[in-house]
């Protein structure tokens, strides 16, 4: 299926800290979709992106979809400890098969 | 309340059984997809579902089988010929099939599998 690679892998920052993650395609993405998944928890959807240079924002949340359709961004302001997990970017809208990459795991730390 | 369950949470087999997973869903939800999470890992498509009586490999179909003979209802066997079960298994459905527009996917709790 379609891969993205998502850095970094690992992220620890102090609770009050930004925090970025990256997915970059070789290939031009349909949609883009990004999850969620607390420790001991299942993926939960957060949103999908569609449009070329599409940014949208959920209260502390930005994402953005690249201007060529081929990397996406998530970037949280002002971590908070409710904010640990993984969080994924899956290529989405393409007959082709969901493929969930290894996401970034963050941590933050009080 | 709609949603997807999966049961058992925790399974414990003994090597050389099969297995089979529960998964239900009453979101009337056509697409439906089983995935499996190894520890520090992301997921891996074992099999999917677009539709009743149909369903397609994944990247990791080897020692898995599916049946889809309800719209509700996606079990997944696990295999004796599955060389390393041991793993957490997520069932997922979205309410448009790969493919079309917009195809969020509602996941249920997991099981953890562990073989023996």
């Known amino acids: 299926g379609q891969q993205v690679m998502q850095i970094p892998q690992y992220q620890h920052v102090q609770e009050g800290e930004d925090f970025t993650t990256y997915c970059n395609s070789s290939?031009?993405?349909?949609?883009i979709q990004w999850y969620k998944q607390r420790p001991g928890g299942h993926p939960v959807f957060l949103i999908q992106?569609?449009?070329?240079?599409e940014v949208k924002k959920q209260k502390r949340l930005t994402f953005q979809f690249g201007e060529a359709k081929k990397n996406s961004s998530l970037h949280i302001t002002a971590t908070q400890t409710t904010d640990v997990g993984t969080y994924f970017c899956?290529?989405?809208?393409?007959?082709?098969?969901?493929?969930f990459g290894s996401g970034t795991q963050l941590t933050v730390l009080p | 309340d709609g949603g997807i369950t999966q049961s058992p949470k925790y399974l414990f087999r003994k090597e050389g059984q099969n297995v089979t997973l529960s998964c239900e869903q009453n979101?009337?939800?056509?697409?439906m997809y089983w995935y499996r999470q190894d520890p520090g890992q992301g997921l891996r498509l074992i099999y999917y579902?677009?539709?009743?009586?149909?369903?397609q490999k994944g990247d990791i179909a080897e020692g898995y089988s599916v049946s889809r003979e309800k719209k509700e209802s996606f079990p997944l066997t696990v295999t004796s010929a599955q060389k390393n079960p041991t793993a957490f298994y997520l069932c997922?459905?979205?309410?448009?099939?790969?493919?079309?527009?917009?195809?969020?996917?509602?996941f249920g709790p997991g099981t953890r599998l562990t073989v023996l």
């Open positions: 997922a459905s979205s309410i448009e099939p790969l493919g079309a527009g917009y195809n969020e996917q509602f």
């Open positions: 290939t031009t993405l349909s949609n």
């Open positions: 992106l569609v449009k070329s240079g």
């Open positions: 899956v290529p989405s809208g393409s007959a082709r098969q969901l493929t």
């Open positions: 979101l009337n939800h056509d697409a």
């Open positions: 579902s677009q539709i009743v009586n149909d369903f």
